[in-house]
């Protein structure tokens, strides 16, 4: 069963900096896209960064020039750097990821659970 694992959230202020790491877990056949999203209290789930199977890169303009979004190909990884980091920033982040499991070679997106990440002003 593939799984994805978010880790590295926690309370941090402002200014400072954070990194998230998402790890996948089962055998996977091949993945494609994958990215960062979060959701803020009683907002709705936004996109935050994505990063394609060729390393091409979007973010949402609140975070240009604060977060990077990279990838470990070997590893089936993703990683968001979070620098400068605003109140505005505090959500639970997700990443995601459109992939193929080698069981059933059938893709469709996965979702972690979710990590916490808190700004203090």
């Known amino acids: 069963q593939v799984q994805l694992v978010e880790s590295g959230g926690g309370l941090v202020q402002a200014g400072g900096s954070l990194r998230l790491s998402c790890a996948t877990s089962?055998?996977?056949?091949?993945?494609?896209?994958m990215g960062w999203y979060r959701q803020a209290p009683g907002k709705q789930r936004e996109l935050v960064a994505t990063?394609?199977?060729?390393?091409?890169?979007t973010y949402a303009d609140s975070v240009k020039g604060r977060f990077t979004i990279s990838r470990d190909y070997a590893k089936n990884t993703v990683l968001l750097q979070m620098n400068n980091l605003k109140p505005e920033d505090t959500a639970v982040y997700y990443c995601?990821?459109?992939?193929?499991?080698?069981?059933?070679?059938?893709?469709?997106?996965?979702w972690g659970q979710g990590t916490q990440v808190t700004v203090s002003s």
């Open positions: 995601n990821a459109a992939l193929a499991p080698a069981a059933t070679m059938i893709w469709a997106t996965y």
């Open positions: 089962g055998i996977i056949f091949a993945i494609s896209d």
């Open positions: 990063i394609t199977e060729v390393g091409r890169t």
